[in-house]
């Protein structure tokens, strides 16, 4: 059945009018044939048979015209430009929101005629660039500057840069390519968010799941005491120091584990639907993820990242591993693996001193009881309901009910704020 879905989404995709018309103008480059060149061959064809049926000698010869016509314009466009051209401003990497300034300059090595610069652009990054120029004398360069708005996260690629010439009656056009294609990875966006990795089902009265590891330096402020020789100078607080008359310094609850892992629910069919293959709350789900990856990474955590598929990355560890995390999240696509396959992994993994960050639009009762099996385990799960619609309301009562913390994120919403409070049986926040 799953197999089943996925053929229907793909041919879905094949024939959506975004991807038609996709197809039509890369067969339409690759024959080097403009649309008036098309529409005279079309006439051509509806001649020749006209012809053929009335058996008229002239309407022959019109046609034959026509395709002669067609042809002598294929010949006689300029084969290969004597260009040379070169990018600036494009880089590897961008994050969701930046606008990245483009320049490109292009030289002749010896004097072209009327042409047109044209530099395929993706779509949600803007529109294709085309710059008509009427000469370039040999040994002259000419700039010209444009801008690219990274809106949506993924992998695109830019261009190529290519040369369009063509012959005098616009019915064949042929291109150099200037600039090869520039792969560009857009990050998602990272906002400032806080989770709480020290909570645990088993901290109040203070009894420790008996398989989890002490993690010797948390992040909750447990309280100050005098400074002693060896502390760390950056947990001085000064104010507190002044009104003392005592050098006093934060100390931090201790911590259970230095372990986080994240799940991120990839399954298409729980997601939003939003056109051209885009969903609001997928996104929404991905920005939860970087962030929170992020965050921990940044505050010295090993993290690993779970999607249905299997893993996203493999182990990571401080803050020079968020490169290869925000790498791994712009590649990331929705497939038609469900939900329960990666609780399962989960469940059937002897590992238990981990804190479990589940991002999902929806969790039905074979995920709940599949959750529940965790949880009576012992380990943390915080839950993060994408609430894109109302029946996605229903999810963050179910995690409630089964003891997980629990916070809803709507598509668009500032995570810092959304990520800031939480319910459930499991939380230490209110």
């Not at 020079?320 to 929705?334: I, K």
């Amino acid at each position: 059945m799953r197999g089943v879905r996925a053929k229907l989404d793909r041919v879905v995709d094949a024939l959506s009018p975004g991807s038609i018309r996709r197809g039509f103008e890369a067969a339409q480059r690759k024959l080097g044939i403009t649309r008036s060149g098309q529409i005279a061959l079309v006439g051509f064809v509806l001649l020749w048979v006209m012809a053929r049926v009335v058996a008229g000698t002239a309407m022959y010869l019109f046609a034959y015209g026509l395709l002669l016509l067609v042809g002598l314009s294929y010949l006689i466009a300029p084969h290969r430009l004597r260009l040379t051209g070169k990018r600036d401003g494009l880089f590897p990497r961008a994050q969701e929101g930046d606008r990245l300034d483009v320049e490109v300059k292009l030289t002749a090595s010896r004097r072209v005629g009327a042409f047109i610069l044209e530099e395929r652009v993706p779509e949600r990054l803007g529109a294709p660039v085309r710059v008509p120029i009427v000469k370039l004398p040999a040994g002259q360069t000419v700039t010209h500057r444009y801008g690219l708005r990274c809106a949506r996260r993924g992998v695109y690629q830019v261009g190529p840069l290519v040369a369009v010439a063509g012959d005098p009656l616009g019915l064949a056009r042929r291109e150099t390519v200037v600039e090869e294609p520039f792969e560009l990875l857009v990050h998602p966006r990272v906002e400032l968010v806080s989770d709480r990795p020290l909570t645990r089902q088993f901290e109040d009265p203070p009894i420790r799941p008996p398989v989890s590891k002490p993690w010797p330096s948390g992040l909750e402020f447990y309280g100050m005491r005098e400074y002693v020789p060896g502390d760390d100078l950056r947990r001085i607080v000064w104010r507190a120091s002044a009104r003392t008359g005592k050098v006093m310094v934060r100390e931090a609850e201790q911590g259970i584990t230095d372990h986080i892992t994240l799940i991120l629910d990839t399954d298409r069919g729980s997601h939003s639907r939003d056109g051209e293959g885009l969903s609001e709350s997928f996104e929404a789900g991905v920005r939860v993820a970087a962030s929170l990856g992020v965050r921990h990474l940044r505050d010295g955590y090993e993290l690993r990242c779970e999607t249905n598929g299997g893993p996203l990355v493999r182990p990571l560890r401080g803050a020079g591993s968020q490169l290869m995390l925000l790498d791994a999240m712009a590649r990331l696509e929705l497939d038609r693996k469900p939900l329960s396959d990666v609780i399962m992994r989960l469940v059937s993994s002897p590992r238990r001193d981990a804190h479990n960050v589940l991002i999902t639009p929806r969790l039905g009762r074979l995920e709940a009881a599949q959750l529940k099996l965790l949880l009576n385990t012992g380990v943390s799960i915080l839950v993060v309901a994408l609430l894109w619609d109302d029946e996605n309301s229903e999810t963050m009562g179910t995690a409630a009910a089964l003891g997980c913390q629990v916070v809803g994120v709507h598509p668009g919403q500032d995570l810092s704020s959304a990520l800031s409070r939480d319910m459930g049986a499991g939380s230490g926040r209110r």
